[in-house]
T-cell receptor
Framework: RKEVEQDPGPFNVPEGATVAFNCTYS??????FFWYRQDCRKEPKLLMS???SGNEDGRFTAQLNRASQYISLLIRDSKLSDSATYLC???????????FGTGTSLTVIP | SQTIHQWPATLVQPVGSPLSLECTVE??????LYWYRQAAGRGLQLLFY??????ISSEVPQNLSASRPQDRQFILSSKKLLLSDSGFYLC?????????????????FGEGSRLTVL
């Protein structure tokens, strides 16, 4: 079973739409959770960390459900510049390994 | 500020040829270092990670190897490339919090090396 699973999409949404991505992780020992963004043919970059209480950064909201081993990312008022692949990432302190989902592709359409 | 350099950016190699990708980090000491591979249309696969000089952990069996000859230098190698080795190779670093032995949580990636094996 994969460490992290995501719906690959693609998600094609109009500008201004709200879109949600989901992710599940298999190892209950996972301690830290993140969303990374990867533009085409570029390296991934941290979008935001995900905290147990949920957290928001502008138009982006992340949620964590430890009981269900589930992480989500909500993007409100989508912009053209939000088009990218969004990667769900979990980290276990033992060995300091980061595990990536396959990513969810988002295209925001004018 | 910290920076990470990875090279070469692009390379095309014949099957059976050797490989050497190099990564260096500046502006930090004793970082955790990682090599990931991203095959076309697939997610990032962790290949190797290192918590110190000469300390290499391998995640998957393969014909690749990694070495860390210096604190901020990480090298990915192969003696004989396979077609299946084609992909986007990414070096990354993270910091270990000294007091709690936890990582800060963020991975910083190099710009990647795109390898095509023909």
């Amino acid at each position: 079973r994969k460490e992290v699973e995501q719906d690959p999409g693609p998600f094609n949404v109009p500008e201004g739409a709200t879109v949600a991505f989901n992710c599940t992780y298999s190892n209950s020992a996972s301690q830290s959770f993140f969303w990374y963004r990867q533009d085409c043919r570029k390296e991934p970059k941290l979008l935001m960390s995900v905290y147990s209480s949920g957290n928001e950064d502008g138009r982006f909201t992340a949620q964590l459900n430890r009981a269900s081993q589930y992480i989500s990312l909500l993007i409100r008022d989508s912009k053209l510049s939000d088009s990218a692949t969004y990667l769900c990432v979990v980290n276990r302190y033992t060995g300091n390994q980061f595990y990536f989902g396959t990513g969810t592709s988002l295209t925001v359409i004018p | 500020s910290q920076t990470i350099h990875q090279w070469p950016a692009t390379l095309v190699q014949p099957v059976g040829s050797p490989l050497s990708l190099e990564c260096t980090v500046e502006g930090t000491s004793n970082p955790n270092l990682y090599w990931y591979r991203q095959a076309a249309g697939r997610g990032l696969q962790l290949l190797f990670y290192s918590v110190g000089i000469g300390q290499i952990s391998s995640e998957v069996p393969q014909n690749l190897s990694a070495s860390r000859p210096q604190d901020r230098q990480f090298i990915l190698s192969s003696k004989k490339l396979l077609l299946s080795d084609s992909g986007f190779y990414l070096c990354a670093w993270s910091n270990l919090e000294f007091t709690t032995q936890r990582t800060t949580g963020e991975l910083f990636f190099g710009e990647g090396s795109r390898l095509t094996v023909l």
